[in-house]
């Protein structure tokens, strides 16, 4: 069960503001559309209480920007059951503390409840550039046969989920793999990569794999 899917829990400095150019969305918009279909991303009423599960990321800023200042635009949160997502549902993201459990974020929406998550991911590495959360049971279920990653049976979107994503990074071969499971948060999985092929291609041939097994 992922009783809390859903529920933000940060605390978030959010300021509302003008939708990005829609230029500015069109891959992050595409990627999800895929995830949507795949049923990745999505709302179920039978899945998790009926709650919008999934959502992706990707950077804005340069590089050199600081760890907790790499800002990344998001879908909003509770977004998960609109099958097409305008200019309107994604909000950036422009600091994140995962520690201290607090965000900054400026949009049209509040962003999703796993923003700290993805902010997490973005400190590991100034080259990591998007982040993918998907519910997968295919994947979740076999993460085991699959080598990938898992953390421990922590919350989701927590400063303990921060700590063990830091954990996997540093001794497992999350570098490499670029997918992680979470052991406490039902058929959660995330990847993540330089370029949305890279995230999303993981995340795909995992879920290829899983169906095989
Ligand atoms: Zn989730």
Known sequence: MAPS???VKFR????????LP????????AWRKLLVLTQLIGQDPNRYGGY???????RLNSEEARECERAFVITGTQTGGIADLTVEHYVVV???????NYLIAEGPVGPSSESLTHGTIYAL???????????????????QALSIPVTGPVPYGSP????????????????ETRIFAMAGHEDGIVTFGRTA????????GYLVRAMQL
């Open 5 to 7: 899917e859903g529920i």
């Open 12 to 19: 978030c400095d959010y300021t509302p503001a003008p939708a």
């Open 22 to 29: 829609a230029t500015e969305l069109r891959e992050l918009n």
């Open 52 to 58: 919008g599960f999934g959502n992706i990321s990707c």
């Open 94 to 100: 422009k600091a994140c503390y995962p520690d201290e």
């Open 125 to 143: 590495d100034s080259s990591i550039r998007w982040v993918m959360h998907a519910h997968s049971p295919h994947i979740w279920r076999h993460a």
């Open 160 to 175: 303990e989920m921060a700590a063990e994503v830091r954990r996997l990074y540093k001794e497992s071969d999350l570098k």
């Open 197 to 204: 092929e890279e995230a999303g291609f993981v995340l795909l």
